[in-house]
């Protein structure tokens, strides 16, 4: 059973930083892309930074220069440093994973517990 392990959520005033570290366990086949989301108060789950296999990010414009996503695939896992916070990044912050399965069309989406990061003013 693959399981996402989130860590590293808290408290932090604005303009701090924190690092969100997600490992991935119980993955027999690989896996593809990594990603973090975060859903606010009232709001849809929204896509904040994701990495494929090969290394390749992508951000959401909100934290484009702020934010930097990294993977290591000998551990299985996804960090997330977040620096310059702002009140507006205070959310839940759940990671993803895309498990490959036993043939090479199958994947599976997996998700986080989630962790609370607070960004105060």
């Known amino acids: 059973q693959v399981r996402l392990v989130e860590s590293g959520g808290g408290l932090v005033q604005a303009g701090g930083s924190l690092r969100l570290t997600c490992a991935a366990a119980?993955?027999?086949?690989?896996?593809?892309?990594m990603g973090w989301y975060r859903q606010a108060p009232g709001k849809q789950r929204d896509l904040v930074a994701r990495?494929?296999?090969?290394?390749?990010?992508s951000y959401a414009d909100s934290v484009e220069g702020r934010f930097t996503i990294s993977r290591d695939n000998a551990k299985n896992t996804v960090d997330l440093q977040m620096n310059s916070l702002k009140p507006e990044d205070t959310a839940v912050y759940y990671c993803?994973?895309?498990?490959?399965?036993?043939?090479?069309?199958?994947?599976?989406?997996?998700w986080g517990q989630g962790t609370q990061v607070t960004v105060s003013s």
């Open positions: 993803h994973a895309k498990i490959r399965g036993l043939s090479w069309y199958e994947e599976y989406d997996y």
């Open positions: 119980g993955s027999d086949f690989g896996i593809n892309a």
């Open positions: 990495i494929t296999s090969s290394g390749r990010s």
